[in-house]
Antibody, heavy 118, light 107 residues
Framework: EEQLVESGGGLVQPGGSLRLSCAAS????????MNWVRQAPGKGLEWVSY????????IYADSAKGRFTISRDNAKNSLHLQMNSLRAEDTAVYYC???????????WGQGTLVIVSS | EIVLTQSPATLSVSPGEGATLSCRAS??????LAWYQQKPGQAPRLLIY???NRATGTPARFSGSGSGTDFTLTVSSLEPEDFAVYYC?????????FGQGTRLDFK
């Protein structure tokens, strides 16, 4: 079964840092471009970041630029999101999502909750 | 950035009835539009891509149409499991953007 499992969420103070991880299984992770998408409580979906298969291309939403860093380890089938200078508005469930050949997000993890609060 | 506006925000329908959801883009984007379904406590699920192609496992009662700036998701006869929130998403230009969602509620 193709699966993505996020981890690393939790409660962090404003200005703090957190590193999210996404473990992939059931498919050849290195063949797929990957994304992070977040959803604030009770709100809609917001795309956060994209990384190409070989990590040569990384793209960020304006809300993440300069604070978040996406990375991947194809040898370990893992995707990461390093989040620094966290703000209350970063509070959300963070999903990793696989980009299909169609260009859309076809496989999603179950999400990990990040709460930024003092 | 392409802004996607979905309407209505909430649609109340009865099982067995049809439903039509709209997504309007702030600029033309060919057919680079997808629809996702999200149920409470679950991740989104890809239903339709490139405006009208059903993703694997999407029931035939779901259909997508439109081009340019105006797109529609139609559910021909609602099943109980279809009551959820639906989002449109474009991949025409970066950043990827989503509509704000339409909630399909039981009438």
């Amino acid at each position: 079964e193709e699966q993505l499992v996020e981890s690393g969420g939790g409660l962090v103070q404003p200005g703090g840092s957190l590193r999210l991880s996404c473990a992939a299984s059931g498919f050849t992770f290195s063949n797929y471009n990957m994304n992070w998408v977040r959803q604030a409580p009770g709100k809609g979906l917001e795309w956060v970041s994209y990384i190409s298969t070989s990590s040569t291309t990384k793209i960020y939403a304006d809300s993440a630029k300069g604070r978040f860093t996406i990375s991947r380890d194809n040898a370990k089938n893992s995707l990461h999101l390093q989040m620094n200078s966290l703000r209350a508005e970063d509070t959300a469930v963070y999903y990793c999502a696989r980009r299909e050949s169609s260009g859309y997000l076809g496989v999603w993890g179950q999400g990990t909750l990040v709460i930024v609060s003092s | 950035e392409i802004v996607l506006t979905q309407s209505p925000a909430t649609l109340s329908v009865s099982p067995g009835e049809g439903a039509t959801l709209s997504c309007r883009a702030s600029q033309s984007m060919n057919n680079y539009l997808a629809w996702y379904q999200q149920k409470p406590g679950q991740a989104p699920r890809l239903l339709i891509y490139d405006a009208f192609n059903r993703a694997t496992g999407t029931p035939a009662r779901f259909s997508g149409s439109g081009s340019g700036t105006d797109f529609t998701l139609t559910v021909s006869s609602l099943e109980p499991e279809d009551f959820a929130v639906y989002y449109c998403q474009q991949r025409s230009t970066w950043p990827l953007t989503f509509g704000q969602g339409t909630r399909l509620d039981f009438k």
